[in-house]
Structure formats: structure tokens, C-alpha cells
């Protein structure tokens, strides 16, 4: 009893079993399986040669992660579980290279002072500084020089106005030699020494750079240079930068410079030496967003109008594209296919080229919309401060609406007919019906749309750059803003126009743009409560 | 009311029905293709300016204002014959980029959007609201990164660095995930968890599940994500005029914008016959996928 | 069951297997290519970025100079409008280019951010127009081998005007006779344009900042906000008043009305010439006349070729610029190309022959170099500016360029 009791469930355990075997086995289907081995084996091989190379050049941080990310995707892959990384993986890779590691960036470069004057590491401000401090003795003779290779050394051979052929090197100051053979008055060769073809000059191009013949004894009398391996000048170097101590010294006054910590040389007397370097600021860019007078009044402005634009810009496409809609969703309206193709033109027309256009379009004098339209009118669309800002808004509204048209109309044909029938039924005009029924269905599902397009809009830099570059200027800020700049055109400004770019400021104000904009959705999502249907 | 209208026989109050029947035409269907009218003549007009613009021969800005004063293709013709300016190519490989890198995250996508709505995991609602998130970070900064990034994966694989187009189209699949997924997971909700449970009752592993049997039952939503972002690519300039340098590699937008920056005044009438022609595939993709864009954008939130 | 695990596992090894041997292979494969690449390395080469037509011009001379030395010369062309951001960021990384082409009014921005050596022309300097070494000078250092010389001029139709003015009120009586619609056209734009109205500008007087004895700017000294100045300013406004001057006449508008015969004169630079020519319009081409009473000095910017700070091929690209671009050949070339006066004496000599360069080398006798220094960034802002306020009417002209002076004054303390 007990056996035909146990024998039955096994039996057909068996049977499952063997059934799940079976479909286990349809499962592992052969194609699918080589077209993974293969995409896979191709990405080892990118990721092994990728490893050789950072290997070979010593980059053992690129090279750990390229190894982590490696050893992690194979893991994926060939695990059983974790089938959502397995779906997400490909995407976040680029993701995370592409976009979290330039945000990460940017949050790196806003605790600095990169920016004009602090452009790179302190080993380039040093080479710079010591290129510029080289100065040619006012009255030097022209030197005519070949470049010798004297034993290990590198020497020059002169011949003077005077005809008097001398060598020297680096340690040895220029004296008359023995041993100089002259072809056509010009001396070329000297025993010992092998002269260096102009070709073999540029293979060694840097070490020949490097070389400062002392004219004499005395180093006051300064250092034979050449720039181009063919003639050489008495050069001075106005600056000496000792290791050690790590200063800078002038060699003229004596004066002393000192790093500073804050990325430049300092004089005791606090003159600085341009370039100098960029380093760690920690949070100075952003107390200057917050605490200067000159800065934080144009923030709040400019935050202000960004904000009036990005909603004016939403609501002002999402109604007109709404309407549109609406007016167009009607079945019994004929050549409706006509009119959709038209109204989606500014959409598909490249919208860097169409704020181009509409500046022409809108110039005061000459424009055809106050030439023609107005009938030569003069309205200061770009010029006036509040036109200006008008402008912008029925340009943004001319690029935006096309898209919103799309989505309601999408959205309306997917709420279901049985709905408004029933209100129907029940007595509800049309206003009542899309009041109450259909809106609230469509909101739903384009809330989202709505909340992103607050944030494209928030960082529309593109239609403010084109269409008036943030002007008409207004100069009262003290900063090189205008009436039209948002918040991204401003940044731009601060990082790339102009001779003080601060790249370190216009960083932090980007992470503090982030943050406002990721605070203004976060808010959204929660209000229209579109993501709840997750749980 | 139709029979009446269709009756030809009671001519003798033809006209004062067919006066109610324009009202009654208007009220219904009527008023609906003047809203139409009024919004193609605002939607239109710029574009009738660039397209009067591009025929005209004089091509600049004050001769433009008569539309279609004069008509000749001398423009067009000219743009594809200027040596250091190979429109043809931008064309060319704009449309590469564009249709490799819109296909490619539609694709992106659509995987992360079917895990989204399909599979339960740690982080997924936080995962999908991070995405929208993170791209809201302003571009116009991250170039330098993105310059720094590729000029260093070019000392490795010299085809990922600087001035390639294969890299411009991985930098854009760095947006892959982002909107475009939230749009795709409202529609993958919209599919019948139950086709899944069958599918996998018979003996259907995952893999199958979402590339024979999902992928084929959304793609309006795959048709609609593809427009975007074939649309977005298209437009993009910032990170395109980084990353490609010579004018043989480079899209429309850069090589457009580059050649009218220089020379605005003698060039309107080829920048406009430029403009005209980069629109032309966004309006031919746009119309071959126009019924599916109609049913697929947002259907998928609204159940 | 076990059959089934072995099944999988079997799979599964020949999986791993085969993707260490595609791997394996790829490494294989990729070797060779990666060799090549390094002794393609070993040949030096100069990277030049240049603009369209520059490099256009220069292709037949950097064949010569491979022909020559055995560097190879790798001619990139850029956009002139992104050179200089992108010498700023990619020098620093390494990245950028051992020569790059651009305007002297740089060198003050670029040398502060350290991407740009000082030249040694050595024995050369003295081949050279004199404005045009004063144009890359800063700090005392020469920047850059120039190659082009270029400011603004009274372009004139010579069927509306066949005499050149001999003064402002005869240029605007001629221009009445004539019966355009402008007296002269002077483009403004919608940002201001403090460049192409600086003729008129120090026709009045003013400056923007004083000179040193050895003719460099000396930004202590700002000059602009004098009675003179106030002056100008009033009679910017007159003229925008009058219906001249206006925001909307933008470069474009400026010269598409100059070729429909709008008025006799134009107030712009041999960039514009050819396009004029193409429209059949005749020219010549004279200095300015004085609107103020004192000569009118425009801006002279002046092109040329910076050797980068880090530069690898420091030598090679000397020889190439001192001794390649430095001749008449190439600056005749580039003048060809471009319209604007080569920098070289002797080729400006003869570019002179041609009688429209002729007049802008006249134009530009009483002209000073654009201001390379730093401080002027912040300068042209609020000059800009103003001009565009008083051009707008936005208030007393007086007052306006008031409030400009003070703004200078405040950033330039800064």
C-alpha cells in the first residue's frame, strides 16, 4: 500500500520531469546559444586587447575596470539568474559610460578652479611659465649652428660673424675647437663628433630643445638656444623654478614665488604668475553662487525666467496640442492625414536650423514678419526685453507643439469609445464628458511626457543660443547675461565665452540645474502619482 | 436628415437647405478644417519662407520676403558641388548615424522596458526613475567630458576615438535608456502578462518570449521611439560638432551650421536648400510610420 | 536529469571555450594592426588646424615640406569659430594640434591659459609689416607667424560715387545726390558691433585704453569714457534717429543692401569684396572719412599660425612656419584665398598693385592692432552693449555711455 502510494506521485514526478527535460532541452536551442557565444567572444576579445593595451601602458586604473566590467558581464550572462541584468545590462553600459561618468565629471571639475588661467596640472603651468620667461637678449647676433653628437652629448658647432668656428654643450661654455673642418667658409664637422643630418635633428627634436650652450663663463651673459636646429640666439631666461623648495624665483629682481595652494605662484607681495594650475577649491564655487552679491542677485533672475519659460513653454504646447487633437480626432472629419503631415513640419524640420530662420523671420527692419505679415511694421521682437522673451516663447511654442499634437492625439484615441458612451447615456454634454473623463485619463498617461519636456525645455539651450543668444544684453548684472538667458545659457557663457571662463563655476551651477530640475520632476511624479502603478 | 439632403427631387428648397446644411456642415465638421487652415498657416509659413528662400536665386534675407519671386533648383544644385563643404556626405551620414543609432536604442530600450514590466527585481521603481533622471543633466557640460573620454578610448581602439562616427553613435546610445523607456515599459504593460504564461507553459525560454513574441506585438511603440530619436540624432549638434572633425565624417547639423555660421549673408539660399533637404527624411520616416505613431504614443499608460 | 545537467554543462563549457578562442583570436589578429600603428608613430608629423579655405591653400606647401624633411604634415580642418575653445580644452589633454591658425586678438587668452609658445622669429621678425607683429605681441613675446592683415574701409560703388569723399559731409552729400536710400551703410546687428563702428568712433577721439610707449594697451589707463566719447555716443544716436544706424542692420542686411544699390557706401572689410564682385557691382575702396574731426583709426586684427605649448615637433614646425609659410609664395597664396593683406613686407608690397587692397592698406596706415589682451573681453561686452542701447534709444546717449565707462571700470578691477 505504502509502495503504491509513493509509486504514483513518483511516477509521475517522473513524467513531469522528463517533460521538463524535454521542453529544458527545446529551451537550449542551438542558434540562439551560438549567436550568444559569439556576441559575447567578441566582446572578450575587444575587453583581452583592450587589457593588453592598458597593460602595456601602464593605465591600471582603466584597466581594473575594464577587467571588473569584463568578468561581470560573463557572469551575467552565463548565470541562470538575474534575468533582469541580463535585459538592462547593454543599456546601462553606455549609460554609465556615456552619461553617469560625464555627470560624475562635472561634479569633479565644480570643487576646482578650472577655468582661464587654471587650464591643466602644474607640471604643464611650469613648462609654460618656463617658455615664456625665455627671453632673447635684445642684441643678440643670429648664430648659424649645425648639431653635433659629441660622445653621449649633444653639442653645437658656431660659426660666428667673425668666421671663427667654437663648440659647446650643454656644461661645457662656447670655446674654439680643435679639429674643425670648414666646406664653403661655414665649418660642419669636427673630429670626434658626428653631425647630425637635419632629419636625424627632428627625430630629436626635444632633446635638442633642451640644449643651452653658456655663451661664456659667466652665466649672465645667458644660454646659446635654437628653435628651429639651424640658428641659435643668446636667450635669457627671466625665471628659474627650483624643484626643491618648489618656488620660482626672478632672476632680475630676486623676487620669490611661492604656490600658493590655490593653484598659481604668489609673490610675497601677492603679484601671481600667469598660468598657473588647476586644483581642489572645495565648495568656494558654490558659495559663490549663494553668497556674492554680484552673482547670487542674476541667479535668482535668471532662475526665475527659466522657470516661467520652461512652464510657459509646456503649457503653451500641451494646450495648443491638446486642442489640436481634440479638433482633429474626429472620424467624420475628411483629409485629416493632410493636416497631421503639416502641423508635424516644424517637428521634423531640424530645430537648430529653424531657430536660425526664425531670427530672419523676426528682424525689426527687414523681417517677413514685420515686413510682410505686419506690413512694415517695427516691432523690436529681438530687441525689447519683453518682446524678446515673447519671441522666444511662440518660437518654442511653433517647435513644440507638433509633438504634444502627437501625443494627446495618440492618447485620446487610446481612451476607450465604451466610456464617453456611457456618459453619454447618462446625460453628460461633450465639455462634461472630456471635462471629466477623458482629461483626467489623458493626464494620466502624459504627465510624465509633460514633466519631461519641463526638464528638455529647462535645458533648451539650443533655441536660446540660435534664436537670440540670450540678448537684448542686459548690462545692470554686472555678468555677461541678457533678458532671454536661462540658467544653461548662462552656464555656457560662464564656461566658454569670453576671456575669464570659469569652468569650475559654470560646473557647479550646472549640478545645482541638475538638482532644481531633478527636484521640479521628482515633485511632478509624485503629484501625478504616474509611477504608483509600479507596485 | 440624410435622406432629405440626398433627395435631389425637392429642388424648390434646395437652396435654403443647402445654407443649413453649410452650418450644420460647419458646426460638425466645418469649423474643424478652419481650426486646421489657421493652424497649418502657423505651422507652415516658416517653412514656406525656407522653401521660397531655397529656389531663390539672389538668396539673401531681404529678397527672400516676396515668396517664390523667382524659382530655380540653382541652389540645390550648387549645394552638392562645393569641394570643401561634402553636403552629400553630411546627408549621407546623418542618415547612417541616425537610423543605425535609433535602431540600436530603440533595441536598448525595449530590453530595459521589458524587464521594467515584465520581471520583478530590487530598485525598479527607483531604477526607472533615475533613468528619466538622469538625463535630465545639462548636456552642454558634459562635452568636455565626452571629449576627454573618447580622445582616451582612441589611444586604445583608434575606431572609438575622436572624429569617428562609430563613436558619436555609442556616445548617443548613452541615452538609449532614459524617456524613451518609461514610453516603451507603458506600453509593454498594455500586452497581456498571460500571452508570457502560455508562451512559457510551452517551453519558451525568455529570449524567445520578448524577441518572437513581445517585440512583434509592440511595435508601434518600437516605430514611435525610433522616430524620436532618429529625430533627436538628426537635430543634435553639441556633441556631434565635438566628436567629428573632419567634414567628410561629419552629420548635417555640424556641416550646416558651420558653413551658414561663416558665411550667413551669401549663403542663405544654400542653407535653406540645406535645411530643406535635412528634412526631408524625418518627413518620409514620420509618414511611412504615421499610423503606427497615432496608436502607439502613450496608448500604453491608459488602461 | 543528469543527462539533462550534462547536457547544459556541456553546452555551457563549449561556450566559455569558444568565446576565449574568438577572444583569443581577436587579440591574434589585432597585434599586427596595433604594430603598424606604432611605427607609423615614429615618423613625426605636424598636425595644423586650419579653417576650409586655408587648408585649401595650404595642401601644395606642406607636400613641399614633406618632400623636404620627411614630416609628414597632417592639415585638419576646423571650424574657426570652435579653434579656440578647443585649443583650450584639448592642449592640456594632449590632444591638440603642434599649429593652429588664428586671430591675434587670442594670444591674450591663450597664453594665460598656457596652450601657445612664443615664436622665435628671430632674423625673419623685421620680413614682417609692423602692425602685424604688434598684433601677436604680449607680454613682450611675439605669438605667431602672422600671415594676414585686415580691418574695415569705405567700400564704395563707384556708379553711385565715382569720386572717393574727401570728407564725412561730402561722402553723405554724395550719397544724397545720388538718391539712395542710405547715406552709408554700417552694420550693428543685434549684439552691437563696437569693431566695425571704431573708425568712426576714434574720429571722434577716443580710445578704449591708453598706449604704452612701446605701443602695447595699457588696461590702467581706460580712455573711452571722455568728452569725446560722450560725443560719439551722442552722435550714434543722432544717426539712429536719423534712420542709419540700427540693430537691424546686421552684416548680412548691410551687405545684401549694399548690392542693391542702397547707398554708394559701405563701411566693411575685403572679406565681403568677392561677394560684391560676384553680384557685378564695381568698387574701390578708400580710407574713412573723419565723422569727428580727428583721423579714423579702425581695428587691424591680424591672422596668423600658433605653435602649441606642447608642441612635440617644436623644430619641425619653426622650419615650416619661419621658413615655408614665411614666403611670398604661400602669403600671396593665402591672399589669394582670402582677400585679406598678407603680413610679409614684400608680399604686401605687391598685393598693394591691386587697387581695392590698396585702399584697405590705406585704411589700415592710421590703424591700430585689435587688443589682445584679457582685460578687453569684458570691454567689448559692455561697448556692445551700450552702443546697442543709444542705437535703440533706450535713454540719454550721454548717460548710457556714462554707465558703460563705470561698468568697465568695475570689471576691469575685478
Known sequence: MNTSINDEPRKNAIVRRRAERVAAMANVRTWPLLIKIFLLGLLDALGIYSLFILAARRYWLAFIIVLIVGLLVNWIYWNNKGLAAKYLTPGLIFLVVFQISAIFYSGYIAFTNYGTGHNGTKEQAITALMQTSLTKVSNSDTYKISVLQCNDKLSFLVTGSDGVSKIGDSDTPLHVADGISSENGESSSVSGCQTLSFNDVLNRQNDILQVKVPLSSNPEDGTLQTSDGQTAYVFKSSLMYDAKSDTMTNTKTGMVYRDSGKGSFVSATGEELVPGWRVNVGLSNFKRVFASNDMTGPFLRVLLWTITFSVVSVASTFMVGLFLAIVFNDPRMRGRKVYRSILILPYAFPSFLSALVWAGLLNEKFGFINQVLLHGADVPWLQSPTLAKIAVLIVNLWLGFPYMFLVCMGALQSIPEELSESAKLDGASAWEIFRYIKFPLLLVSIAPLLISTFAMNFNNFNLIYMLTAGGPTDTSTGMNIGSTDILISMVYKIAFVGADRDYGLASAFAILIFLIVAAVSAIGFRTSKSLEELY | ?303 | MSAYINKQGILKTVGVVSVVLIALSGCGSSDGSQQSAQTGKTASTLTIWADADRVATLKDVAQKFTDKTGVKVNLVQKDMGSVQQDLITQVPAGKGPDIAIGQNDWTGVLATDGVIQPLELGDAQGDYEKIAMDAFNYNGKIYALPYSIENVALVRNTKLAPEAPTSWDDMVATAKNAGTEYPYLLQVGDQGDSYTMYPVQTSFGPFVFGQNSDGSYDSGKLTIGDDNGVKFAQWMQQQAKDGVLSTSMSADIALSKFEQGASPYLISGPWNISAIKKAGIDVAVDAIPSAGGQPAKPFVGVGGFFLSSKTNNKIAATNFLINYVGTDEVQEALYNAGGRLPALTSAYKKAIEDPVSEGFGKASENGVPMPNITEMSSVWQYWNAAEVSIISQRGDAADLWGQMTSEIQDALKK
Open chain 2, 1 to 303: 436628415m440624410f435622406i432629405e439632403e440626398t433627395n435631389p427631387k425637392e429642388s424648390s428648397s434646395w437652396i435654403q437647405h443647402s445654407k443649413t446644411n453649410v452650418l450644420r456642415w460647419f458646426v460638425r465638421t466645418g469649423w474643424r478644417h478652419f481650426v486646421g487652415i489657421l493652424s497649418c498657416a502657423f505651422a507652415g509659413f516658416p517653412i514656406l519662407y525656407i522653401v521660397s528662400a531655397s529656389l531663390n536665386q539672389q538668396g539673401t534675407l531681404i529678397s527672400s520676403n516676396h515668396l517664390f519671386s523667382s524659382i530655380t533648383f540653382d541652389n540645390y544644385v550648387k549645394l552638392f558641388n562645393m569641394p570643401q563643404q561634402p553636403f552629400a556626405e553630411w546627408y549621407l551620414n546623418t542618415i547612417i548615424i541616425g537610423l543605425s543609432g535609433s535602431v540600436l536604442s530603440v533595441f536598448l530600450g525595449a530590453m530595459a522596458a521589458y524587464a521594467f514590466s515584465r520581471l520583478r527585481f530590487y530598485g525598479r521603481r527607483v531604477g526607472l526613475f533615475s533613468l528619466i533622471l538622469v538625463q535630465m543633466f545639462p548636456q552642454v557640460l558634459s562635452i568636455v567630458a565626452i571629449y576627454l573620454l573618447l580622445s582616451n578610448f582612441g589611444d586604445v581602439f583608434p575606431i572609438l576615438g575622436i572624429n569617428s562616427r562609430l563613436a558619436l553613435i555609442l556616445v548617443y546610445l548613452g541615452s538609449a535608456l532614459g524617456v524613451n523607456t518609461y514610453l516603451m515599459y507603458g506600453f509593454f504593460n498594455t500586452v497581456p502578462k498571460e500571452i508570457d504564461e502560455a508562451a512559457k507553459i510551452d517551453g519558451s525560454g525568455h529570449a524567445r518570449i520578448f524577441f518572437t513574441i513581445i517585440l512583434p506585438l509592440v511595435s508601434p511603440i518600437l516605430a514611435v521611439v525610433a522616430l524620436l530619436s532618429f529625430i533627436a540624432t538628426v537635430n543634435e549638434y553639441a556633441v556631434a560638432s565635438t566628436v567629428l572633425v573632419s567634414p567628410e565624417k561629419q552629420t548635417l547639423a555640424v556641416g550646416l551650421y558651420e558653413f551658414v555660421s561663416q558665411k550667413f549673408s551669401q549663403n542663405w539660399g544654400l542653407f535653406s536648400a540645406g535645411a530643406v533637404l535635412a528634412a526631408v527624411p524625418v518627413v518620409i520616416v514620420f509618414i511611412c510610420l504615421q499610423k503606427y505613431i497615432v496608436s502607439g504614443l502613450t496608448a500604453g499608460a491608459v488602461k
